[in-house]
């Protein structure tokens, strides 16, 4: 665990944990009082509300406070609270809703839920997802996660932010007591889902049909880089953007239209100053 001063100053340095750093003083950071195990509850904290972070998450997944609204969705809809879910699953949350923005279209819940299973930790503790056969369309984050299970940090609200931990679990659920293996969490089936989500699932069918697989760690990394994401992203959906619902569909046919003429640019720029 993360359980001194320097040891934050060193965290808030190397990441940002708001959509604005200049905001960061309405998350409050606190270590970890030593031998504290990541499933105490509020009492561990005079009753007021906080919620366990992994270091790693900030660091590398790039999660930022406040969460999202999907991010706050999905964690109440499985019913666990920030420090139980798995990296490689926040790097999965993380990178769905980048490329979501990317294409225009709202991050959904049920859609996630269809391209993704959540998996009973059992006696692993973490709760993780796993791509479904016939609809995985990104890349795992790392193939071995090691050294993030020790390093996790409070993460509390103060009179600036009163609601930044509203709208999801805080404190660890015991999930290997509450839903069996057979019946947590399975795939979503786009026939109660609203017109727009069964588009989209059908869309994320289509990408995943022809074996289409989208570099996760490459999508977070350049989150704010839009000529980056053009060249992971952009490629790989060209072909499939007839299935694209109608809403999407006029935003990425402006962005690809954009990206040709770009490329029209430098070619001509390549010619003319060689």
């Known amino acids: ?48 509300p906080f919620c366990f972070v992994y270091a790693t998450v900030f660091k590398k997944v790039k999660l930022r406070f406040p969460l999202t ?12 609270a920030p420090a139980q879910l798995h990296p490689n699953g926040w790097a999965f949350v993380r990178a769905y809703q980048i490329v979501c923005a990317y294409l225009g279209h709202p991050a959904s819940v049920d859609v996630f839920l269809f391209l993704f299973e959540a998996k009973n930790p059992g006696d692993r503790l973490w709760v993780s997802f796993n791509g479904i056969a016939g609809r995985s369309i990104l890349s795992i984050f790392q193939q071995s996660y090691k050294d993030w299970k020790g390093k996790f940090v409070r993460i509390c609200c103060n009179d600036q932010s009163p609601t930044l931990l509203d709208g999801f679990p805080l404190y660890w659920v015991d999930k290997g007591k509450k839903d ?11 026939e109660k889902m609203g017109e727009l989500d069964r588009d989209l699932c059908n869309f994320w069918k289509e990408v995943a049909s022809t074996n289409t697989t989208l570099p996760t760690s490459s999508i977070i990394k350049f989150e704010f880089y839009e000529d980056q994401l053009d060249f992971y992203i952009g490629p790989s959906l060209h072909f499939a953007w007839i299935f694209l619902p109608v809403p999407s569909l006029f935003y990425f046919f402006i962005k690809f239209v954009s990206i040709m003429l770009s490329c029209a640019y430098s070619c001509i720029a390549n010619y003319l100053h060689p």
């Open 69 to 80: 609204r999907f991010e706050r969705e999905l964690l109440t809809e499985l019913d666990i």
């Open 180 to 190: 069996s293996q057979d019946h947590f969490r399975k795939a979503r089936s786009p």
């Open 1 to 48: 665990m993360i359980n001194s001063e320097v040891d934050i100053l060193r965290l808030r340095d190397k990441t940002h944990l708001t959509f604005h750093k200049e905001h960061d003083d309405k998350v409050i950071i606190r270590p970890c009082p030593p031998g504290e195990p990541v499933c105490t509850d509020n009492d561990g904290n005079d009753g007021h």
